[in-house]
Each structure stands twice: as structure tokens, then as C-alpha cells.
């Protein structure tokens, strides 16, 4: 059966440091997969989504940044956090159906 | 980006009445699916529909493929404490990788 992964659970940074967040899947291949951010007590936002190797879209222009070295493994970056970055992060993954499975999420808390 | 207009926004019944929420969109959908958030967790998928007046259930909750494909309905009869959380709805148009969310339905159940 197919699982998804995403670490760390919580993380405080301070302002200006940078950021890694990732995002692996298991037990499928070729995956599109999806990172949304979610403020306190509101809706979804897709912030990037990669249908394949390589291959980012950029929903929202912000200083955050995401890769997919490998075909199962989604990666959310940023150079220099702001205190605006604070959230919940969702890495999602769907087959080439349309039914979205997601991680468990990261609390992030920029101080 | 795009977001579905899901109503209403929050609900505070009282425990064994029927809930009833929607989702409207001015964009003809392929795939509309239906989402409960815990809080601190990622969402779970409840109920996929593919087809225009499809109806489906899941133990308590039946939700509708709209005949119109521009919208979405989410019913839980009998409500139970562990029905406490946001819903979601999410759609797919023709041809497009990624799936709009709607901005969520807050359930509370008042003692």
C-alpha cells in the first residue's frame, strides 16, 4: 500500500534562517505530488505542485522554493524565513486519478 | 489561485442532528472529493465522485456529484462527537493536474 512521509513535525526557526521541509512517498511511482500551507483555521493553499522529475509549478510568488530530485521524494526550501511563513505544511501525493492522500503535516513557527 | 465557495463556513449542532454542507464553483468540475481535517493532522479522504448526479456513501455521510458539475454536496446524519473537525471539498476540471480545495466547513458539536 502506498504511504507518504513528511518530516518534521513541528520546527521553530527564527527569522532569516533557512528552511528544508521534505516529503517522501512509498509503494507507487510517478506520483504527483503537492505542497500546501495552511494559516490557522483556514482554507488550503497550493503553494507547488510536480507532476514528474524535475518538473515544478509555482502556484503563489513568495520566497519559498521546492524540488523533486527523485521521483518520490518532494522537497520545500526557502534561503530566508519571515515571520509570514508561519503554518501548516501539507505535502500531498495523487495517482494519475485525481484522489489526494496527505502527510501528516509540519507546524512551522518562525520567531 | 482558484478556491470553491463552500458553505457554511462553521456549524455548532448538537449531538444525533443531521449536518448538511455544499460547494459551488463558476467552473465545471470532473472530480469532486470530499476531506475531514482533525486538528494538527493532515486531511483524510472521505468520498471520491467521478460522475455528474452520482451519489455515494460512506457509513453516515452521502455526498452528490451536482447534475450542474459546478457543484457539491456532504451530508452526516446522526452526528457523533468524532465528526468534530473542517471538511473540505476538492475539485478536478477536464485536463488538470491539480485539485481546488474549498475553504473548509468547521463542525462543532455543543454538549
Known amino acids: 500500500s502506498q504511504t507518504i512521509h513528511q518530516w518534521p513535525a513541528t520546527l521553530v526557526q527564527p527569522v532569516g534562517s533557512p528552511l528544508s521541509l521534505e516529503c517522501t512517498v512509498e509503494?507507487?511511482?510517478?506520483?504527483?505530488l503537492y505542497w500546501y500551507r495552511q494559516a490557522a483555521g483556514r482554507g488550503l493553499q497550493l503553494l507547488f505542485y510536480?507532476?514528474?522529475?524535475?518538473?515544478i509549478s509555482s502556484e503563489v510568488p513568495q520566497n519559498l522554493s521546492a524540488s523533486r530530485p527523485q521521483d518520490r521524494q518532494f522537497i520545500l526550501s526557502s534561503k530566508k524565513l519571515l515571520l509570514s511563513d508561519s503554518g501548516f505544511y501539507l505535502c500531498?501525493?495523487?495517482?494519475?486519478?485525481?484522489?489526494?492522500?496527505f502527510g501528516q503535516g509540519t507546524r512551522l513557527t518562525v520567531v | 489561485g482558484q478556491q470553491l465557495n463552500q458553505s457554511p463556513q462553521s456549524m455548532f449542532i448538537q449531538e444525533g442532528e443531521d449536518v448538511s454542507m455544499n460547494c459551488t464553483s463558476s467552473?465545471?468540475?470532473?472530480?469532486w472529493l470530499w476531506y475531514k481535517q482533525d486538528p494538527g493532522e493532515g486531511p483524510v479522504l472521505l468520498i471520491a465522485?467521478?460522475?455528474?448526479?452520482e451519489l455515494t456513501s460512506n457509513g453516515r455521510l452521502t455526498a452528490q456529484f451536482g447534475i450542474t458539475r459546478k457543484d457539491s454536496f456532504l451530508n452526516i446524519s446522526a452526528s457523533i462527537p468524532s465528526d468534530v473537525g473542517i471538511y473540505f471539498c476538492?475539485?478536478?476540471?477536464?485536463?488538470?493536474?491539480?485539485?481546488?480545495f474549498g475553504t473548509g466547513t468547521r463542525l462543532t458539536i455543543i454538549p
Open positions: 509503494g507507487t511511482s510517478n506520483p504527483n
Open positions: 465522485l467521478y460522475k455528474a448526479g
Open positions: 476538492a475539485g478536478q476540471g477536464f485536463g488538470n493536474e491539480k485539485l481546488t
Open positions: 500531498a501525493w495523487s495517482g494519475k486519478g485525481y484522489e489526494a492522500f
Open positions: 510536480s507532476v514528474g522529475i524535475g518538473q
Open positions: 467552473s465545471i468540475f470532473n472530480t
